[in-house]
């Protein structure tokens, strides 16, 4: 079976379509058909069928999409753990990461970990929490940077997450600390099905027994700037907003219950071991939850990453915190 043929086939499965494959591929639309057909004829079965204007998957293409990620997956391990036997030192890390933790939180923890390992690669795919089990267990990932793990994943917590409420600088609110009913006619930006802070914003409105309006928004920079312009309040990360406050464009809101305290876990495949490359990024994230980093050079990445955990304590008036800088 050729991977090239497997890894196309596979980006129609995810896409849906021939066209969305080769925009993602950045191939023709002809050469993605090819590949498929061709790998038809290796399994001498039909992997898709034409609906409509579309395509669907057969049941020999849903099972032969349910081990394409693996496989290639497993090749790629392979390929880099070989690397890294031929030339130590050297290698790859593929981490896959929550939205929060891939825009806020593992960027500077990088930037160091690249001072200290110049030849490691690192590629990190950001997403939500779904995307970034399924690229774990798939074994397109090496390491997952996200809130606790489903069964079947281990998890270790290595940086506070607090989770706070926000709404734009000039709210008011008739109480602060605020109860249930004082945000109850407000409405609450929530992200995508299938992101963990929806799930988790979804869980805290349900406990407060509030029915608020809701506003679904894709990302968390869409969340953030609707925010500022008065759209309403959400629930979210205190890392992702440290800008916004420093400027002045949103405030933290003082509510009952809040803010969430949450840890950010480091992700693998329970029972396994990584190889060398992700076992050192591993080892390098693993030290961000001692009390002192191991060496001088981690401290600065390492604080700033608690520090934007952590975020601030909003007092009575909600004050911003001061900047953090990645």
Known sequence: MN???LSVFLEVARSGSVRGAADRLVVSQPAVTAAVRALEGDLRVSLVARQGRGIVLTSAGQVLAAYA???LGLLEEARAAVEEAAEPGRGRVRLAAVTTAGEHVLPPLIKEFRSRFPEVEIALEVGN?????DRLRDREADLAVAGRPPPGLSGEPFLPNDLVLVGPADMSLPREPAQPADVAAVTWLLREPGSGTRATAEEFIAEMGISPPSLTLGSNGAIVASVALGLGVTLISSAAVQ???AAGTIRILAVRGLPLRRQWHVVTRQGERPHEAP??????L????????ASSRERPAIERG???GRGSEPGPSGPPPRR???
């Open 243 to 245: 800008k916004e406050m």
């Open 129 to 133: 929490r779904r995307l970034v089990w």
């Open 3 to 5: 991977p090239h043929r």
């Open 306 to 308: 608690r520090r934007l």
């Open 324 to 326: 953090v800088r990645a």
């Open 286 to 293: 693993r030290s961000a939850s001692r009390p002192e980093p």
């Open 279 to 284: 076992l050192r990024f591993l080892e390098f």
């Open 69 to 71: 990620a693996r496989v």
